[in-house]
């Protein structure tokens, strides 16, 4: 069967979602910022124009902010996730195979729709997602994963294309690939580009026409397959079930300086009581936890650093275990006096949740923890997350700990408060 793939991408995305339930900013220059407003992580092509670029300090920018009248959200990753979802649902309307390749990305396997008109199914796919969702996407589709990022790219920043480009042709995939610059193509890094640049490779089409042997000789394997996927051989499937994780690390930088243990075992007990949820998503549960703190190394002010890891008796998900081991490392390795910056909760030496080896030492009732973590997980679910937690993860609903999040907007489409309202 002959390959073929497309790679589904949401433009602007985090912008996209901010300007979906606001009418009002369609055409007009829109950023999000990063956790803490730190730096800007997303920008409408209107924000583009203007000259904001990824990674400028919000602090920075803050007069051209107000000279061009540029709208800013803090990030929002609860009404991203659910609109995330919701594309790739949508997507599975086409075809069962997909690949969720990041929060705006996916790729799909369209081998069994060659002989369709690819034009019109790929602009159909385009149009159904903004009809459903109100998102824009382009869509490329080639014979390689690689080729259909390019394809993706290219679809982008053509008009002609107006979002949707096909490269399967010969002729095209090769001019394609002249438009390409070495540092644009999937897989080559900064690094790799500027190396490669050197010996006057600075486009695919110059690395597709690389010898083998002089990548064996100077590059990786990986490398060695880009150029496979650049000449149109399929070097990789979609990873349609991708590999479990093999550790899980949930940390923070907080919004304010946090010294006593109170509010640092507030966060990392939340934390840790995270690391549990995910790990019971993916049906898994940790042998070893580790717990670490540190202070803030661009302030004028003492400076600590420390982590301490716990071999855990039993292989938990619980949030119960997870939390009580948390609270034992943040114990032995927390310092009054320091202001600290973050801290955080790694899960490590990941098991299958049915592999569970039991201590004889251990007196835990695992099956009723099972069935309180099910319950848990039922409740939030159906009413939320934090709906029902650990006392020692706090009960004020503002927390000094938590991020600056100044200029977040509603979850619109997860929380019944935050629902749009109409008024006739």
Not at 83 to 106: A, C, G, Q
Request: proline share 4%; hydrophobic share 35%.
């Amino acid at each position: 069967m002959t390959s073929l793939f497309a790679l589904v991408d949401c433009n602007n995305f985090y912008a996209s979602c901010e300007r979906l339930f606001r009418p009002g900013l369609n055409g007009k220059p829109v950023v999000v910022l990063s956790n803490n407003d730190g730096c800007v992580i997303a920008r409408s092509q209107e924000a583009k124009d203007l000259g904001i670029k990824m990674g400028d300090p919000f602090f920075l920018i803050r007069e051209v902010i107000q000279q061009h009248n540029i709208h800013y959200f803090s990030s929002n990753y609860e009404l991203y996730g659910d609109m995330s979802t919701r594309v790739v649902d949508t997507l599975r309307t086409f075809t069962p195979h997909v690949e969720v390749h990041s929060v705006d990305e996916s790729f799909l396997d369209l081998g069994e729709f060659k002989f369709l008109d690819l034009e019109v199914y790929a602009r159909h796919i385009k149009d159904t997602v903004y009809q459903n969702l109100g998102l824009p996407v382009c869509v490329g589709v080639a014979p390689t994963k690689t080729l259909a990022k390019i394809a993706n790219r290219l679809a982008k920043k053509s008009k002609k294309a107006d979002g949707c480009l096909i490269l399967t042709d010969p002729y095209h995939i090769e001019e394609g690939l002249k438009r390409t610059a070495i540092e644009d193509v999937w897989g080559v890094g900064r690094q790799y580009a500027k190396f490669l640049s050197t010996y006057g490779i600075t486009t695919a089409y110059k690395l597709k026409h690389t010898t083998d042997a002089w990548i064996k000789k100077h590059c990786s394997v990986v490398m060695l397959r880009t150029v496979k996927e650049l000449r149109g051989e399929p070097c990789s499937d979609l990873e349609i079930n991708p590999a479990l994780k093999q550790n899980i690390c949930t940390s923070r930088s907080f919004g304010k300086p946090v010294e006593s243990f109170e509010e640092l075992l507030e966060a990392a007990s939340s934390y840790a009581a995270k690391c549990a949820f995910k790990l019971r998503k993916q049906k898994s549960c940790a042998k070893e936890i580790m717990v670490f703190v540190m202070t803030n190394r661009f302030a004028d002010t003492p400076q600590y650093t420390n982590s301490r890891k716990i071999v855990l008796p039993t292989a938990t998900n619980s949030d119960l275990e997870l939390i009580r081991y948390t609270k034992l490392a943040l114990e032995s390795i927390y310092k009054p006096g320091y202001q600290y910056k973050k801290t955080g909760v790694i899960v490590m030496d990941l098991i299958p949740d049915t592999n569970v080896q039991l201590n004889l030492l251990d007196s835990t009732d695992h099956g009723k923890q099972q069935s309180l973590m099910q319950f848990l997980d039922d409740l939030t679910a159906k009413f939320g997350k934090d709906t029902v937690k650990v006392a020692c993860q706090g009960t004020q609903q503002k927390k000094t700990w938590n991020l600056n999040r100044d200029y977040l907007s509603p979850c619109y489409t997860t929380r019944l408060l935050d629902i749009l309202t109409i008024q006739i």
